[in-house]
C-alpha cells in the first residue's frame, strides 16, 4: 500500500473480529470483495522476477503476462497487500469470494492453482496450519 494511503487508513478489528482496513467503519477490505479494494492498492507490486498490476488485473513473469484465474488473482492480490500478516481462511473466502458460501477445498485448490503457476517461487506462501497463509517474500510497491 501506498505510504500516502498507509498514513490515512488504520488497520482495526471489525466489529466481528476480522481484521481489515478501517476507516471509522465496517471493514471495506472484507465486506466490499475485490472490487473495492483494488482501487486502495498500490499500481504494482514487484517481488523476484514477478509483477501484480491489481487495477489491470495482470501478472507478469518477466516482464511477459501470466494466464491467471480471477479467484487465484484475487488470493494473490490479498496476499501481497498483507505480507507479512497471517492472513485466516475465513477472510480470504470473504475476500475472494465476496457474499458467496463456499467449502474450503474451494480456496486449497486455489491456492494450488496460485502455487502452480508461480512454478519455483511457491515456496514465497506458506500454509500456517490451521490458521491460513501468508506471503513471505520481501517486494516492493510501484505506483
Given amino acids: 500500500m501506498s505510504a500516502c494511503l498507509q498514513e490515512q487508513w488504520q488497520e482495526a478489528p471489525a466489529e466481528d473480529g476480522r481484521l481489515g482496513l478501517e476507516r471509522g467503519g465496517p471493514s471495506l477490505l472484507w465486506e466490499s470483495g475485490p472490487a473495492l479494494y483494488q ?3 498500490p499500481m504494482e507490486f514487484r517481488f523476484g522476477r514477478w509483477c501484480l498490476v491489481p ?4 501478472l507478469l513473469r518477466d516482464a511477459r503476462p501470466v494466464e491467471l484465474g480471477s ?18 481462511k475465513t477472510a480470504i473466502v ?9 467449502e474450503e477445498s474451494n480456496l486449497r485448490f486455489q491456492m494450488a492453482t496460485l502455487r502452480r503457476v ?12 490451521g490458521r491460513g497463509y501468508i506471503f513471505a517474500a520481501e517486494y516492493k510497491l510501484a505506483g
Fill in 118 to 129: 508461480l512454478g519455483d517461487d511457491r515456496n514465497l506462501i506458506k500454509t500456517i496450519p
Fill in 39 to 41: 482501487d486502495l492498492g
Fill in 55 to 58: 487495477r489491470a488485473r495482470l
Fill in 94 to 102: 470473504n475476500f475472494v469470494w465476496p457474499n458467496t458460501i463456499v
Fill in 71 to 88: 479467484r487465484a488473482f484475487d488470493l494473490l492480490h490479498l496476499l501481497l497487500s498483507r505480507r507479512g500478516f497471517v492472513v485466516e
